[in-house]
T-cell receptor
Framework: IAGITQAPTSQILAAGRRMTLRCTQD?????MYWYRQDLGLGLRLIHY???????GKGEVPDGYSVSRANTDDFPLTLASAVPSQTSVYFC??????????????FGPGTRLTVL | GNSVTQMEGPVTLSEEAFLTINCTYT??????LFWYVQYPGEGLQLLLK?????DKGSNKGFEATYRKETTSFHLEKGSVQVSDSAVYFC??????????FGTGTSLTVIP
């Protein structure tokens, strides 16, 4: 069982370039999330999706877009990268529903550097 | 609204010392509470959780009790090891499946 996979593991990108971070889960979770992690700021939610076909904006959505064509995949796109988007990006998933205690499962992260 | 506040680090302890990392929350309704751990270069892993008041979550010697009266979920371990060095995140899941994370507390355990 792979859980959540992310690709690439790391990337150095020139400013202005377009970049898509990939995220795939095999747990059939309805909800998926993208976070960025920056030193001293913890995790900040970029975008989320509660189910295939729907997406929503998180705390820091500007400069990012997502799509959710199916249950398993949730790619994050930077249309025109800027240096302030240098960060570590984590994808996560979670079951939804009324059951309390459903946690989020995290991928290993993508370290992105924008020069 | 919902939010999580945890003590700022970094925290440095000697091996076998007692650990407490404070976490308090603000929430409407009846949230679930979690502690996640992040080892260097890795993603977050669930450490323990509690789903209702007075529940105690425990794992790998770590414990945390869901205290509704003080809106707290403090993480404790009686005797830390070097291998416990990591960043610890307190988190809350609301009744409508939204997650809120604290800013993380870095722990370094020295031999």
């Amino acid at each position: 069982i792979a859980g959540i996979t992310q690709a690439p593991t790391s990337q150095i990108l020139a400013a202005g370039r377009r970049m898509t971070l990939r995220c795939t889960q095999d747990m059939r979770h309805n909800a998926m999330y993208w976070y960025r992690q920056d030193l001293g700021l913890g995790l900040r939610l970029i975008h989320y999706s509660n189910t295939a076909g729907t997406t929503g904006k998180g705390e820091v959505p500007d400069g990012y877009s997502v799509s959710r064509a199916n249950t398993d995949d949730f790619p994050l796109t930077l249309a025109s990268a800027v240096p302030s988007q240098t960060s570590v990006y984590f994808c996560a998933s979670s079951p939804t529903g009324k059951k309390q205690g459903n946690e989020q499962f995290f991928g290993p992260g993508t370290r992105l550097t924008v020069l | 609204g919902n939010s999580v506040t945890q003590m700022e680090g970094p925290v440095t302890l000697s091996e076998e010392a007692f650990l407490t990392i404070n976490c308090t929350y603000t929430a409407t309704g009846y949230p679930s509470l979690f502690w996640y751990v992040q080892y260097p270069g890795e993603g977050l892993q669930l450490l323990l959780k509690a789903t209702k008041a007075d529940d105690k979550g425990s794992n790998k010697g770590f414990e945390a009790t869901y205290r509704k009266e003080t809106t707290s979920f403090h993480l404790e371990k009686g005797s830390v090891q070097v291998s416990d060095s990591a960043v610890y995140f307190c988190a809350l899941r609301s009744e409508i499946s939204q997650f809120y994370f604290g800013t993380g507390t870095s722990l370094t355990v020295i031999p």
